[in-house]
């Protein structure tokens, strides 16, 4: 399992490196993070269908598709939002069963919002200057600090972080993690020139490592919900697509965010 998982995953990343250094002469990154949106949905969906409702599949897809693409048109989020509001809600009056009419519109939303809304940032912060560095920088930080995590808590965990949501991780991993992303931040300064003091990248690589953990606790609190131990078994050693997909998300936001208030 760890043989597996380490070869995956350094698979996974030189082509995420490839995907985000090269953007001529298609967007590879957004190509890449909307097949990944989708597969991610895929799995969403058959593991909500399994225990609650099928979402309406056809209508979160597109959803998912336009959201993660968003970013390439300027000020399309608030009709593109409107948009899909209006026609999920109009495909409930479509002839048929309509007693879970609802609670399928809401994880249709849940599906959307949480995969394809949050996969968009992604594609937002590369569009940013020097936005290229910063997913890297994004991608490498979550990268060390999920490793650390995994094999520090692995071998000497014992003070578990939430045992009610996921027996398997503890605070030493969370500790190691955190150092690995402090120290993967301050190395890619010179690496990538980018345009901040190492204090400033050292404590966003903090934040990043923290958020990123929580992010993986909300998907294995998912998980839970739907009594699952994987969203999937696409990814050898990792498991799913949206095992894949969770800390990398939020700490995509957070360094977005970052680099709009203060790095610009």
Same mark, same amino acid.
């Given at each position: !399992?760890?043989?597996?998982?380490?070869?995956?995953?350094?698979?996974?990343?030189?082509?995420?490196?490839?995907?985000?250094?090269?953007?001529?002469?298609?967007?590879?990154?957004?190509?890449?993070?909307?097949?990944?949106?989708? #597969?991610?949905?895929?799995?969403?969906?058959?593991?909500?269908?399994?225990?609650?409702?099928?979402?309406?599949?056809?209508?979160?897809?597109?959803?998912?598709?336009?959201?993660?693409? %968003?970013?390439?048109?300027?000020?399309?989020?608030?009709?593109?939002?409107?948009?899909?509001?209006?026609?999920? *809600?109009?495909?409930?009056?479509?002839?048929?069963? +309509?007693?879970?009419?609802? =609670? +399928?519109?809401?994880?249709?939303?849940?599906?959307?919002?949480?995969?394809?809304?949050?996969?968009?940032?992604?594609?937002?912060?590369?569009?940013?200057?020097?936005?290229?560095?910063?997913?890297?920088?994004?991608?490498?930080?979550?990268?060390?600090?999920?490793?650390?995590?995994?094999?520090?808590?692995?071998?000497?965990?014992?003070?578990?972080?939430?045992?009610?949501?996921?027996?398997?991780?503890?605070?030493?991993?969370?500790?190691?993690?955190? =150092?690995?992303?402090?120290?993967?931040?301050?190395?890619?300064?010179?690496?990538?020139?980018?345009? %901040? %003091? $190492?204090?400033?990248?050292? *404590?966003?690589?903090?934040? &990043?490592?923290? =958020?990123?953990?929580?992010?993986?606790?909300?998907?294995?609190?998912?998980?839970?919900? #739907?009594?699952?131990?994987?969203?999937?078994?696409?990814?050898?050693?990792?498991?799913?697509? !949206?095992?894949? !997909?969770?800390?990398?998300?939020?700490?995509?936001?957070?360094?977005?965010? $970052?680099?709009?208030?203060? &790095?610009?």
């Amino acid at each position: !399992m760890l043989k597996q998982r380490f070869i995956s995953g350094i698979v996974l990343f030189v082509i995420a490196f490839l995907a985000v250094w090269f953007d001529e002469p298609l967007p590879w990154l957004t190509i890449g993070v909307t097949w990944w949106g989708v #597969m991610a949905l895929r799995e969403f969906n058959h593991v909500v269908a399994q225990v609650k409702a099928q979402p309406f599949i056809v209508i979160g897809t597109v959803a998912t598709v336009l959201f993660i693409a %968003s970013p390439h048109v300027e000020d399309s989020l608030p009709p593109l939002l409107t948009g899909f509001a209006v026609i999920s *809600l109009l495909y409930l009056l479509k002839p048929g069963d +309509r007693t879970q009419a609802f =609670i +399928r519109w809401g994880w249709t939303l849940a599906g959307v919002i949480y995969i394809g809304w949050l996969l968009s940032f992604i594609v937002a912060l590369r569009g940013l200057d020097g936005g290229r560095e910063w997913v890297l920088f994004a991608l490498a930080v979550t990268v060390a600090s999920d490793t650390f995590a995994y094999l520090i808590g692995r071998a000497t965990g014992k003070h578990k972080m939430a045992p009610s949501i996921s027996p398997g991780k503890s605070w030493e991993g969370a500790v190691a993690g955190a =150092i690995a992303a402090i120290a993967i931040a301050m190395i890619l300064k010179p690496v990538l020139d980018l345009p %901040s %003091s $190492y204090i400033a990248l050292g *404590l966003l690589g903090l934040a &990043a490592s923290a =958020i990123g953990q929580a992010g993986d606790l909300i998907e294995s609190l998912f998980k839970r919900n #739907m009594a699952v131990k994987d969203s999937g078994n696409s990814i050898p050693g990792h498991g799913g697509f !949206m095992d894949r !997909m969770d800390s990398v998300v939020f700490a995509a936001i957070l360094v977005y965010y $970052y680099v709009v208030l203060f &790095a610009q």
